[in-house]
């Protein structure tokens, strides 16, 4: 029997008939073949023995699982939260990044991946596994939502998944990629490229076959046998069909090309096959190649196709790999994820992939906020048009158009000049001596406060926004420093600490001021210089918000001082999953790399923030888990 190929075998065993051009039966619709699973091909025949698919595979799912996830509670990101311990670490063999790893391959290979949730009957699971593809049978019975999945092995039935049909859960999340032939399992993209992948393995093995029998090509046996009184003889049937069979099985095949023969008697041999070079066989590579990256959605550049220059460089190439590929794939595992998954801990919270991080895009962002930049300066882009291009929501006061490096407003054609504060005193009010002392203090460590967010809020912006627009309207209240803090405010530029004491230092003198006739809204007057001034500086949110940064500079200096005592063999707490943890240090790295025993996880140590080994001490008794963290996460006990 003739061998089969990677296509006869993934569609139904069968040689694809051409028959009327019959579509539907080349994938067996309407019949049971149509669900019949066959990945062990799709992995042997592409992913193990076609160079490209396995680059195609690797390209995609390596590059989505390094791309870190945010958990969110509407726009607050969670730090801590026993969904994200759980993603961290999905499972006792897996980490993060292996899990998604493998999930996408799964996914990508077969057109299919399934979760499977441990641990716990009702509410949030334990550990998360991965269930092979090819051991899940869906029993649907023609229904919109399957009755049940079935777990197989060796053809037995080895565990069954139940479908509530009225909301589609399952202990099981079926994670899939669209199929138009196919009510419950999902398309591999190899599926598209079958015959792509037939035609790059199999032209890889005529040229290894033909190389290792000499890089003969193929030709003609001639026989002219003769009688006694030399008269040319026929063969008789017999003799033919066994000389044909014979020729066949030494001869015939990819397996034999170029194989040499051995000719008696009357045999002669003629050349006749096409050279390597008129079969072509490097260019029909290269063409499946590049097919076979298409279906993947993968450019060709970047899996080895020769002249393949459909983007300017590499980078470009990888750029397009994600913004076409990866990013659309994350997205619709976020999707899959906060409808099966998140709500078991709480439905209010949502998983993101941070595509912001990804070092691919970076360039690319910073051409775009450059660009947006220079039209906000420039008076041809708003301010507003300019955070919807970089994908922020619309602040109020941001509708008109500025020019200059001092960012006045175009009003009727003409350019106003900036406006004289009405009280230059109050410039002194940043002359505070106290404040000076304090700033000179948590300058020398701002590089351990780098982790504490100063990017004003989108309430200080539009109070800010507010204190211009009053400014230019009244011609009263604040001053040029007022004026630049506004401007800061509204772009919601990350504020250094000098700043933020600064603001903390305003409001706490100028509270005051809110007791004076015209700063409340209905009073005569309102609104008065010292509101207007109040709200350039952002207002009752900047007041709130400044002093909440205060608070989290002052706890972290006092957290360092505290931790640059630590020693070996100190007891020490900090905040875990199920609340505040103890332990013993066993070891301190404060400069260097610190690999947590039994994990994946390799802490990077600073002299500004060391990282420590704890043996965890469980009801008052060491135990054998040993975690890792920094100095700046713990306290003393």
Same mark, same amino acid.
Not at 114 to 131: D, F, T
Not at 595 to 605: I, R
């Given at each position: 029997m003739a061998q089969q190929t990677f296509l006869q075998r993934l569609f139904n065993n069968k040689p694809v008939e051409q028959k009327n051009s019959n579509m539907m039966g080349y994938f067996g619709v309407g019949t049971e073949e149509a669900k019949t699973y066959k990945y062990a091909d799709l992995a042997k025949e592409g992913y193990l023995k076609n160079a490209i698919v396995y680059r195609c595979v690797n390209e995609i799912s390596k590059g989505a699982s390094a791309v870190p996830f945010v958990l969110k509670s509407g726009d607050q990101i969670i730090e801590q939260h026993p969904l994200i311990d759980l993603l961290m670490r999905?499972?006792?063999?897996?980490?993060?990044?292996?899990?998604?790893?493998?999930?996408?391959?799964?996914?990508?290979?077969?057109?299919?991946?399934?979760?499977?949730?441990?641990?716990?009957? $009702?509410?949030?699971?334990?550990?998360?596994?991965?269930?092979?593809? *090819?051991?899940? &049978?869906?029993?649907?019975?023609? =229904?919109? /939502?399957?009755?049940?999945?079935?777990? $197989?092995?060796?053809?037995?039935?080895?565990?069954?998944?139940?479908? *509530?049909?009225? &909301?589609?859960?399952?202990?099981? =999340?079926? /994670?899939?990629?669209w199929n138009p032939l196919d009510d419950y399992y999902g398309l591999s993209p190899m599926s598209a490229a079958a015959v792509e992948v037939d035609q790059f393995n199999m032209a890889s093995k005529h040229n290894v076959n033909l190389l290792q029998n000499g890089a003969r090509p193929s030709g003609a046996v001639i026989f002219k046998p003769q009688d006694d009184a030399g008269f040319a003889v026929n063969l008789t049937e017999s003799q033919r069909q066994q000389l044909l069979t014979d020729m066949n099985n030494r001869f015939s095949g990819a397996g034999n090309a170029g194989r040499p023969m051995l000719l008696e008697g009357d045999f002669d041999w003629k050349e006749m096959g096409l050279s390597p070079k008129d079969m072509d066989f490097a260019n029909l590579k290269h063409m499946s190649a590049t097919d076979i990256a298409l279906c993947f959605g993968v450019p060709s550049q970047l899996v080895g196709v020769p002249d393949a220059q459909t983007y300017a460089n590499v980078a470009e190439a990888r750029l397009a790999l994600y913004e076409e590929t990866i990013i659309p794939h994350l997205r619709k595992m976020a999707s899959d994820l906060n409808e099966w998954l998140v709500p078991m801990f709480d439905d209010r919270l949502t998983l993101e992939f941070d595509i912001d991080n990804i070092p691919a895009l970076s360039e690319r962002l910073k051409r775009t906020y450059e660009n947006v930049t220079s039209a906000v300066r420039e008076g041809i882009m708003t301010r507003n048009e300019a955070r919807q291009e970089i994908g922020l929501e619309p602040i109020e006061g941001a509708d008109d158009l500025y020019i200059s490096a001092n960012l006045f407003p175009i009003s009727d054609g003409e350019v106003e000049k900036p406006i004289n504060p009405v009280n230059e005193e109050d410039l002194e009010d940043y002359d505070d001596e106290e404040t000076d002392k304090a700033i000179a203090q948590m300058l020398q460590e701002e590089k351990a406060l780098s982790d504490i967010n100063t990017t004003p809020t989108n309430s200080m912006a539009e109070e800010a926004a507010r204190g211009l627009q009053w400014r230019k309207k009244y011609n009263r209240g604040g001053t040029t420093v007022g004026v630049a803090r506004a401007n800061q405010l509204m772009n919601k530029e990350n504020l250094s600490v000098d700043t933020v004491l600064r603001m903390y230092s305003f409001f706490s003198r100028h509270e005051v001021d809110k007791q004076g006739q015209g700063f409340s809204q209905g009073e005569k007057g309102y609104p008065s210089a010292g509101r207007i001034a109040w709200a350039l500086w952002g207002g009752d949110a900047g007041f709130s918000w400044s002093t909440k940064v205060r608070n989290q500079?002052?706890?972290?200096?006092?957290?360092?001082?505290?931790?640059?005592?630590?020693?070996?063999?100190?007891?020490?707490?900090?905040?875990?999953?199920?609340?505040?943890?103890?332990?013993?240090?066993?070891?301190?790295?404060?400069?260097?790399?610190?690999?947590?025993?039994?994990?994946?996880?390799?802490?990077?140590?600073?002299?500004?923030?060391?990282?420590?080994?704890?043996?965890?001490?469980?009801?008052?008794?060491?135990?054998?888990?040993?975690?890792?963290?920094?100095?700046?996460?713990?306290?003393?006990?």
């Open positions: 999905p499972n006792p063999l897996q980490s993060y990044s292996e899990f998604f790893n493998s999930l996408f391959g799964y996914v990508l290979l077969s057109g299919n991946a399934y979760i499977l949730k441990v641990g716990s009957e $009702m509410g949030s699971p334990k550990e998360l596994h991965q269930l092979r593809p *090819d051991r899940i &049978n869906i029993k649907g019975s023609g =229904k919109a /939502i399957p009755e049940k999945y079935e777990y $197989m092995v060796n053809g037995r039935v080895n565990q069954t998944y139940m479908i *509530d049909q009225e &909301n589609g859960f399952s202990e099981l =999340k079926h /994670i899939k990629l500079i002052e706890k972290e200096r006092e957290g360092k001082a505290e931790a640059d005592a630590l020693k070996v063999g100190d007891m020490v707490s900090w905040d875990s999953s199920g609340g505040r943890a103890r332990g013993k240090i066993t070891k301190i790295v404060r400069e260097g790399k610190l690999p947590v025993p039994e994990t994946d996880f390799t802490l990077n140590a600073t002299e500004d923030n060391p990282a420590a080994l704890i043996r965890v001490y469980q009801g008052g008794e060491p135990s054998d888990v040993i975690v890792g963290h920094r100095f700046s996460t713990l306290r003393k006990v």
